[in-house]
């Protein structure tokens, strides 16, 4: 927890409860923020605002139900590269980038270079998937994929 703190040195009180109302309901309007954390309608607003300007808030979203769309099957998936340059990293960031379906991407250290979650609809999708996106992004040599077969939990909230 003194972590936490630590890194949180620059946000006050008020600026940690307002980030952690605003992950709980992006939705919320100025007036309810600010009597939820004590401070004026034009007080709240302001700090808002320099925290979005502070790129302290990246953005607002709506959580979609994955299922209810027919992007029912989560994966992931590990990708080894043919090298480890720079040019085979710079070329494959840039192309995964472009690919809608994946939805995160995150260059790791250990025994392959890049972990990649996707969404698709079911096991024929993900096979087209793999085979016309994921294999010819630039560099890859290797895959492994893990089927998610049941969400534990899926929050994208942090701890504040």
């Given amino acids: 927890m003194d972590e936490l703190i630590a890194v949180f040195a620059d946000l006050d009180k008020q600026d940690r409860k307002i980030l952690a109302q605003l992950q709980a309901d992006g939705r919320i309007t100025t007036t309810q923020l600010a009597e939820r954390i004590g401070l004026s309608p034009t007080a709240t607003s302001e700090r808002v605002k320099r925290l979005t300007r502070e790129g302290y808030i990246l953005g607002f979203t709506a959580r979609l139900d994955a299922t209810r769309i027919g992007l029912g099957l989560l994966v992931f998936v590990e990708v080894k ?80």
């Fill in 81 to 160: 590269l043919d090298r480890t340059t720079p040019d085979v990293f710079a070329a494959f960031a840039e192309a995964v980038n472009k690919v809608p379906e994946v939805l995160e991407c995150h260059m790791v250290a250990g025994g392959f270079d890049y972990l990649v979650k996707s969404r698709v609809a079911d096991m024929a999708a993900y096979r087209a998937f793999l085979s016309d996106v994921v294999l010819n992004l630039p560099g890859v040599r290797e895959t492994h994929t893990y089927t998610v077969m049941e969400e534990v939990k899926d929050t994208s909230v942090l701890p504040i």
